[in-house]
Structures are given as structure tokens and as C-alpha cells.
């Protein structure tokens, strides 16, 4: 089972807090628009995601099970 990074835009405020955390699966574009550059999560970056999670003010991000 594929575990993917989930941003729900509509709540999502670019904070850049996730960035702050994992630089190489978030990044905010020089508009501040929040990218995902890696959607899947992997046993060597789900420690770091998980942590994003847990900081993102608006709870935006989350962990899907596919």
C-alpha cells in the first residue's frame, strides 16, 4: 500500500512551515504557491512528512493510504 502526501489547497495558507521542515518534498514557488515535489511517502522521508503534518497550521497536509 502506497502511502501519498495529501494538501488540501483550500485550507492551505503557504505558510512554508512544511518547507522549513522537508525542503525536498515542499517548496514555495516565487508567488508563494505551496508545490508538492514528491507526493509519495517513503520510509527514508515519513518521519520528516509526518512531522510537516504535525506542524502545518491550517492542517492542511495529510497522509493517504492508497
Given at each position: 500500500?502506497?502511502?501519498?502526501?495529501?494538501?488540501?489547497?483550500?485550507?492551505?495558507?503557504?505558510?512554508?512551515?512544511?518547507?522549513?521542515?522537508?525542503?525536498?518534498?515542499?517548496?514555495?514557488?516565487?508567488?508563494?504557491?505551496?508545490?508538492?515535489?514528491?507526493?509519495?511517502?517513503?520510509?527514508?522521508?515519513?518521519?520528516?512528512v509526518r512531522e510537516?503534518?504535525?506542524?502545518?497550521?491550517?492542517?492542511?497536509?495529510?497522509?493517504?493510504?492508497?
Amino acid at each position: 500500500m502506497t502511502k501519498k502526501i495529501h494538501v488540501d489547497f483550500g485550507l492551505c495558507e503557504s505558510n512554508g512551515v512544511c518547507m522549513g521542515v522537508i525542503p525536498e518534498v515542499f517548496d514555495l514557488d516565487d508567488e508563494d504557491y505551496l508545490h508538492v515535489l514528491q507526493e509519495d511517502v517513503t520510509p527514508e522521508n515519513e518521519a520528516a512528512v509526518r512531522e510537516a503534518v504535525r506542524q502545518c497550521p491550517r492542517q492542511a497536509i495529510s497522509i493517504d493510504d492508497e
